[in-house]
């Protein structure tokens, strides 16, 4: 048996198979997080919303940041979230391989950042695997993106809205479409 956490195994970049004997760790932190989050997205007070994001993330969210609700999250324990922040309505954020947003980004609703996937060949397909994601300081993100594992987007890019994005971002850009492609050089 491998004597690592399953976390640290699957940040490693190894694939975990559903049987394996640390699995039902994942389902424990998601069970923790949903009962949290049943009680943030019944608020409306951003504070007390801000107080139970950091209970679930276990890091103080700062007085700057700003979460609307509803808000979905599967872990929470690989999510980081930095100062002057903006996540609208109805935002899913699959965390086991980590999210990283940095300070001054806007995140439009609907968007989904996602850091869990499965091997496309159907012998493996019951595996997990996960990259992180990372928004760098000052982007923006649109209505109804969809930021797929292992996407760093650039400081001060722009995504617009409904576009899926599998590749990194540069700095400075925007981007949009399925697949995301760069429209243009902001200056």
Not at 75 to 89: D, Q
Request: aromatic share 6%; proline share 6%.
């Amino acid at each position: 048996m491998n004597s690592k956490d399953i976390f640290e195994r699957l940040h490693d970049g190894e694939a975990v198979q559903f049987n394996d004997p640390q699995y039902p760790k994942i389902f424990e932190t998601v069970s923790r997080t949903m009962k949290l989050s049943a009680e943030l997205n019944a608020s409306a007070d951003t504070d007390h919303i801000r107080e139970l994001l950091g209970k679930i993330t276990g890091i103080q969210i700062d007085a700057s940041t700003t979460v609307f609700t509803p808000f979905y999250i599967n872990l929470g324990i690989f999510t980081r979230i930095g100062k002057n922040v903006f996540i609208n309505n109805a935002c899913t954020f699959l965390d086991i391989g980590g999210i990283t947003i940095e300070d001054d980004v806007l995140i439009g609703p609907n968007v989904s950042l996602i850091t869990e996937g499965h091997p496309v060949n159907p012998s493996e397909r019951k595996m997990l695997v996960v990259k992180p994601v990372v928004i760098k300081r000052n982007a923006w993100i649109g209505a109804g993106v969809t930021i797929l594992p292992g996407v760093t987007i650039g400081e001060n890019s722009v995504v617009a809205a409904g576009a899926v994005v599998s590749k990194d971002v540069p700095p400075n850009s925007v981007v949009g479409g399925v697949p995301a492609r760069i429209i243009k050089t902001l200056v």
